[in-house]
């Protein structure tokens, strides 16, 4: 049966110990004031000319420090490694660009050519339909609608009118000097060029001076904290570069299927859509679809049919499909650390702020804003808006949902945990601690009746779904269990602790003293049927002096009433004094649910001493183990007061009797 589950039996995935455990209430992020972002962004916009080369030059020296850093230990000079890796990243752009534009001249001129076809198409559209096509339908109804305009615009005609003036045709003839003809062709390409070579020498300097600027930037920023500081540097040097190298590798996987599919279908210039698609897909979530529709207007264009249409948006299709789910999973997945969303509003934002060149640089660019909010304090709301770390802690999602009153959300949270967690884990690191912070809001006087019976309802409505997965538990513990090595430890470092066997046990649960404390006894419950457990459950309100009486103890070993309210104590030794007069041989445990991993076994020992129960437990599995305890009940001890009363009346009884 169940004998073999323990405490800290952790399921194969690796870290999630350090995602399920409990942590501090984690204090509140500061956001910064309006007038520092309007600041911010406005310098940022109107000093974009400054900016901007400096901000691609940064992210170029992050793509080609390890490269610099492979040359040095190769034994090249850094001066020598820093030019050659230089000069060959911006030769390859170069050769890329002038391959781009010989293809787009190639294309331009034959344009015309393709011309007849898509002439035939159109005319193939305007055929479709009833009555006329939808094409001449709709060209009639703008039609309509400009005479409209045109009649109610239109002055009333005058009385005379006069003969319009036939233009006179004037010719116009440049006399432009060879020089003006060279500056009208050199005079555009200046500031590009000037902007590139700008870069080129910033980012040769960036390369020759990183270790300066490191430790000018940890004397400016974080000389007090030299650890956070440097791990800061490193965590952004490795995302920025792992991200660019990671995503031209993908691009170019990518890209080169469809430069060959493309040239096997006969689609024109399939090099120059190609390169189109490696360089494109740098542009989040509408790079590719650009890239898609310029191949598929030349598709529509050089075929008579529809069918080479069909054939390269299929091969864009399965390349997308192929790409986003198998490759960039396998090559770098998530490590760039930001969430989908906030892909999407950086893109939105930088190029708003920069234009097409900040939508090209937005995902890096935001990369580095979220790295330093994870390791500087004064920026942490930047990870939290765009990191794609969760930022609750399990127990205080879930008792968020629980408060919400969503028990299929609180549910769909629990049963992604139980794809790797046993339900013991569960309660033990989540649900118990959720129910904790609603103790702990009820005892602050922040929560109404109506709320802490919403968030009681909620849990049991989660526990009750989560019946599929315990039955599923525990005919896994049915199963005979596979031969594996013995292990003294679990790996994650914690001591083992077994559950014991339920079987031909009987417990019952109940809460102590409010509807929070029943929904942890449910859990609990819960936890004992997997055990094989023959499990009875009761609500606070049974615990009465009036109902307790009522309560059928005739076939329970063991009741177990659970507290959320530490400060129960009194309450809980009354409880323990009651039961056990109701039935003399039962066995009695109190829980003090808590959030800490471990408690003092000896406090809890001498507690339950205090109290006259069989055991006090404050965690999930101290509660099973407790519960499913084969030692004989304690016997109930007389209060010295009422002892004392006895031992005068038994005396008095002796020396009536002598007289």
Not at 36 to 60: D, N, S
Not at 626 to 633: D, H
Request: charged share 20%.
């Amino acid at each position: 049966m169940a004998a073999n589950r323990r405490n800290g039996m952790a399921s194969p995935a690796h870290g999630l110990e350090d995602i399920l455990s409990p942590a501090a209430p984690h204090p509140r992020t500061s956001l910064p004031n309006v007038a520092t972002i309007v600041t911010t962004v406005a310098a940022l916009y109107f000093g974009r000319e400054v900016f901007l080369p400096i901000a691609i030059a940064l992210l170029l020296t992050f793509a080609l420090a390890p490269l610099v850093s492979a040359l040095k230990r190769a034994g090249i000079p850094r001066i020598a490694a820093v030019i050659v890796s230089v000069l060959g990243a911006f030769a390859a752009l170069a050769l890329f660009s002038f391959i781009v534009a010989t293809q787009v001249s190639e294309l331009a001129q034959n344009i015309p050519v393709y011309q007849a076809n898509i002439l035939t198409k159109v005319r193939s559209l305007k055929e479709t339909g009833v009555g006329g096509g939808i094409i001449a339908r709709l060209s009639k109804v703008v039609e309509r609608v400009g005479q409209e305009i045109d009649r109610q615009e239109t002055p009333p005609p005058a009385a005379t009118p006069e003969k319009p003036r036939e233009p006179v045709p004037v010719e116009i003839v440049s006399r432009e000097r060879p020089l003006e003809v060279l500056q009208n062709i050199v005079g555009p390409l200046i500031s590009p060029l000037g902007s590139a070579g700008l870069i080129i020498v910033v980012v040769i300097f960036m390369l020759l001076e990183r270790e300066d600027l490191r430790d000018r930037f940890i004397r400016l920023v974080g000389y007090g904290d030299l650890h956070r500081t440097t791990e800061a540097l490193q965590d952004a040097g490795k995302r920025v570069g792992r991200y660019l190298l990671m995503q031209l590798v993908v691009n170019i996987v990518y890209a080169v299927p469809i430069a060959a599919g493309l040239w096997v279908l006969g689609i024109p210039n399939a090099l120059l859509w190609g390169l189109l698609a490696l360089g494109l897909r740098f542009v989040p979530y509408i790079g590719p679809a650009i890239g898609m529709l310029l191949p598929l207007f030349l598709a529509l264009a050089v075929a008579p049919g529809w069918s080479l249409v069909l054939w390269t948006a299929a091969l864009f299709v399965v390349m997308e499909l192929i790409t986003g789910n198998v490759v960039e999973p396998w090559l770098y997945g998530s490590r760039t650390g930001l969430s989908s969303l906030a892909i999407i509003v950086a893109a939105i934002f930088w190029t708003w702020l920069w234009g097409p060149l900040g939508l090209v640089l937005s995902t890096p660019l935001t990369v580095c804003l979220v790295v330093l909010g994870r390791h500087v304090p004064q920026f942490e709301f930047l990870d939290v808006l765009f990191g794609n770390e969760p930022v609750l802690e399990p127990h205080a999602r879930l008792y968020q949902r629980l408060l919400a009153g969503d028990p299929d959300e609180a549910t769909d949270h629990a049963e992604e945990m139980l794809e790797e967690k046993y339900l013991v884990e569960f309660y033990d690191k989540v649900a118990i601690p959720a129910l904790l912070l609603g103790e702990q809001d009820r005892a602050r006087g922040v929560m109404g009746d109506q709320q802490r019976r919403q968030v009681a309802e909620s849990a049991l409505v989660m526990v009750a779904n989560l019946d599929d997965s315990a039955h599923e538990e525990a005919e896994e513990e049915d199963d005979p269990p596979a031969e594996e090595e013995p292990d003294d430890k679990d790996p994650s470092g914690e001591d083992e602790t077994e559950l014991p066997d339920g079987t031909d046990l009987s417990v019952l649960c109940t809460g102590g003293r409010g509807e929070l404390d029943d929904a942890a006894a449910a859990m609990l419950a819960q936890v004992l049927e997997v055990q094989g457990t023959t499990v009875s459950k009761a609500g606070f309100a049974d615990m009465e002096p009036a109902n307790i009486r009522r309560l059928e103890l005739e076939t329970i070993d063991t009741v177990v009433v659970g507290f959320l309210n530490r400060d129960s104590i009194k309450h809980a030794r009354f409880l323990v004094r009651r039961l056990k007069r109701a039935k003399a041989a039962l066995r009695v445990g109190i829980v003090f649910w808590s959030q800490a991993a471990n408690e003092d076994k000896e406090a809890a020992e001498k507690l339950a001493r205090d109290i006259n129960a069989d055991f006090v437990a404050h965690g999930m599995v101290d509660a099973v183990v407790g519960a499913l305890s084969n030692e004989p009940p304690i016997a109930l001890k007389l209060v010295a007061k009422r002892r004392m009363r006895r031992q005068r009346a038994t005396s008095r009884k002796a020396s009536a009797a002598s007289t």
